[in-house]
C-alpha cells in the first residue's frame, strides 16, 4: 500500500507544484518577443546617434541647383553617414512592430481582429521603413554625384523628391501607430494609458502631414508633439512588455524549483 501510494504522488507533484502551473513554459517565443519590442525601440532610437552629429541643414525650397550642387558636395562625407546609419536604425521600427504582434496575437488568437490590425501594422512599418530608407540613400545618391555633369540636374531633382517625401513617410509611421494602438486597446493585455498615448501621438503625428493641412510653424509644433508622444508610447510598450517577460522567467523558474 505503502509503494501504491508513492506512486499516486508522483504525477501530481511533477504537474502541479504548490503555486500552480507556470503561466508559460521555458523558451516560449512570447518571452523573446516581449524583449524584441524594447530591443526595437533601442534600435531606432539609435538613428540619432547618427542625426546629431551628422546632420546639415539643406538650402531653402527656392535654392538655384547651383547652390545644391555645392550644399551635397561640401557636405558629401556627412550625409552619406547619417543616411546610411539612419536607414539601418529605422529597421529597428519593424522589430519592434514583430514582437507586438506576437504577443497580441498569442493573447488574442491567430484569428482575431487584433491578429488581422497587427498583420495590417506590420506591413504598414515595412512600407514606411522602405520610404524612408529609399529616400535617405537619395542623398547619398545625390553626394556622390555632385561634382559631376549631371549633378545640377539630379540635385535639383532629389531636392525636391526629398521635399515631397517627407510627408510620404511621415504618414505611413503614423497610421503604423495609429493601428498597432488601436489593436493594444482591443486586446486589453497593456494598460490603457499606453494605447490611448500612441493613438493621441498617431493622430497628432498623422494630421501634421504638409501636404493635408499646408505647412506652417503651428503644425510643426503639432508633428513634434506628436512624434514625442509616439516614441513614449514606443519605450512604453518595450519597457512594460519586457518587465513583464521578466515577471514571466521568474515565475517559471519558482515553479521548476518546487516541481523538483
Same mark, same amino acid.
Given at each position: 500500500?505503502?509503494?501504491?501510494? $508513492?506512486?499516486?504522488?508522483?504525477p501530481?507533484?511533477?504537474?502541479?507544484?504548490?503555486?500552480?502551473?507556470?503561466a508559460?513554459?521555458?523558451?516560449?517565443?512570447?518571452?523573446?518577443?516581449?524583449?524584441?519590442a524594447?530591443?526595437?525601440?533601442?534600435w531606432?532610437?539609435?538613428?540619432?546617434?547618427?542625426? =546629431?552629429?551628422?546632420?546639415? /541643414?539643406?538650402?531653402?525650397?527656392?535654392?538655384?541647383?547651383?547652390?545644391?550642387?555645392?550644399?551635397?558636395?561640401?557636405?558629401?562625407?556627412a =550625409?552619406?553617414?547619417m543616411?546610411?546609419?539612419?536607414?539601418?536604425?529605422?529597421i529597428?521600427?519593424?522589430?519592434?512592430?514583430?514582437?507586438?504582434?506576437?504577443?497580441?496575437?498569442?493573447?488574442?488568437?491567430?484569428?482575431?481582429?487584433?491578429?488581422?490590425?497587427?498583420?495590417?501594422?506590420?506591413?504598414?512599418?515595412?512600407?514606411?521603413?522602405?520610404? /524612408?530608407?529609399v529616400?535617405? $540613400?537619395? $542623398? +547619398?545618391?545625390?553626394?556622390?554625384?555632385?561634382?559631376?555633369?549631371?549633378?545640377?540636374?539630379?540635385?535639383?531633382?532629389l531636392?525636391r523628391?526629398?521635399?515631397?517625401? +517627407?510627408?510620404?513617410?511621415l504618414?505611413?509611421?503614423?497610421?503604423?501607430?495609429?493601428? !498597432?494602438?488601436?489593436?493594444?486597446l482591443?486586446?486589453r493585455?497593456?494598460?490603457?494609458?499606453v494605447?490611448? !498615448?500612441?493613438?493621441?501621438?498617431?493622430?497628432l503625428?498623422?494630421?501634421?502631414?504638409?501636404?493635408?493641412?499646408?505647412?506652417?510653424? +503651428?503644425?510643426?509644433?503639432?508633428?513634434?508633439?506628436?512624434?514625442?508622444?509616439v516614441?513614449?508610447?514606443?519605450?512604453?510598450?518595450?519597457?512594460?512588455?519586457?518587465?513583464?517577460?521578466?515577471?514571466?522567467?521568474? $515565475? !517559471?523558474?519558482?515553479?521548476?524549483?518546487?516541481?523538483?
Amino acid at each position: 500500500m505503502a509503494s501504491r501510494g $508513492q506512486h499516486q504522488e508522483r504525477p501530481s507533484t511533477v504537474t502541479e507544484p504548490p503555486d500552480g502551473p507556470p503561466a508559460r513554459p521555458p523558451g516560449e517565443p512570447s518571452i523573446s518577443y516581449n524583449r524584441l519590442a524594447l530591443v526595437g525601440v533601442v534600435w531606432y532610437l539609435l538613428e540619432f546617434a547618427f542625426i =546629431i552629429p551628422f546632420f546639415r /541643414e539643406p538650402p531653402g525650397a527656392g535654392a538655384a541647383p547651383e547652390e545644391l550642387v555645392a550644399f551635397y558636395s561640401d557636405n558629401r562625407t556627412a =550625409i552619406t553617414i547619417m543616411a546610411v546609419g539612419v536607414s539601418a536604425a529605422i529597421i529597428g521600427r519593424i522589430a519592434f512592430a514583430v514582437g507586438v504582434r506576437s504577443v497580441l496575437r498569442q493573447a488574442r488568437g491567430d484569428s482575431s481582429t487584433v491578429a488581422v490590425l497587427m498583420d495590417l501594422a506590420v506591413g504598414i512599418a515595412v512600407v514606411g521603413v522602405a520610404v /524612408e530608407a529609399v529616400t535617405m $540613400q537619395g $542623398q +547619398v545618391v545625390g553626394a556622390v554625384m555632385a561634382g559631376s555633369d549631371a549633378a545640377v540636374p539630379a540635385a535639383d531633382a532629389l531636392f525636391r523628391a526629398n521635399a515631397e517625401s +517627407v510627408d510620404g513617410s511621415l504618414v505611413p509611421f503614423a497610421l503604423f501607430a495609429g493601428v !498597432t494602438s488601436v489593436a493594444m486597446l482591443m486586446a486589453r493585455v497593456l494598460p490603457r494609458w499606453v494605447g490611448w !498615448t500612441g493613438l493621441a501621438g498617431a493622430v497628432l503625428y498623422g494630421a501634421s502631414a504638409g501636404y493635408v493641412l499646408g505647412a506652417s510653424e +503651428v503644425l510643426d509644433l503639432v508633428q513634434f508633439a506628436g512624434w514625442l508622444l509616439v516614441i513614449v508610447w514606443m519605450l512604453a510598450t518595450g519597457i512594460v512588455l519586457f518587465r513583464r517577460a521578466r515577471s514571466v522567467r521568474r $515565475q !517559471t523558474v519558482r515553479h521548476e524549483d518546487s516541481a523538483t
